[in-house]
């Protein structure tokens, strides 16, 4: 799947940023890579805010899962990473999950670029309306060949929801 156009910006680096391919008909969107619980995981088009569909990740059991995909990069180039988060509903009590959104990097050799992932946000309760990931900028990749966006579920006891993510080259 090529990139595509992102709104105010070049195209996007993501494949599927916005949960709409389902080419293997498995209701889970494509290019994105649940870790573990994968029934968890859907497309959904109760929410959304580009295209048809977002990413849904569900849980009242509180499992602990990341959905992720992988961008190589070339070194000195700049990225900006950009997505949006929804939590209509939660059964756990606030603090008792988490969901973040990840940027983590890795050599060429395949061992980590970094000491920790940078955490680009952390969401503890429900959310009214969809909430945009704060400006990030990912930059000093010297020694790195590979990014991971990751969207990390820790003991979840909510209904979640992802759109529109994106990866851009600003340099």
């Keep these: 799947m090529p ?39 859907s497309r959904s088009s109760t929410y959304k805010t580009d295209g048809q569909y977002a990413l849904r990740v569900f849980s009242t059991t509180g499992q ?57 946000t952390s969401l503890r309760n429900t959310t009214s309306d969809w909430v945009a990931l704060p400006p990030t900028t990912i930059s000093n990749l010297t020694n790195v060949s590979r990014l991971q966006i990751q969207i990390k579920f820790n003991t979840l006891k909510a209904d979640v929801y992802a759109d529109g993510f994106s990866l851009v080259k600003t340099n």
């Design 64 to 120: 602990t899962l990341t959905v992720s995909q992988d961008y190589f990069v070339t070194p000195g180039d700049i990225y900006s990473l950009s997505g949006q988060l929804r939590i209509p509903t939660t059964t756990g009590g606030l603090n008792s999950w988490e969901v973040k959104v990840l940027v983590d990097a890795y050599t060429s050799g395949g061992g980590k670029a970094w000491m920790n992932p940078v955490t680009v």
């Design 3 to 41: 990139p595509t156009p992102t709104p105010g910006g070049g195209a996007n680096l993501l494949l599927n940023g916005s949960f709409e391919v389902d080419a293997d008909g498995n209701l889970r969107p494509d290019n994105w890579n649940p870790s573990a619980f994968e029934s968890a995981v």
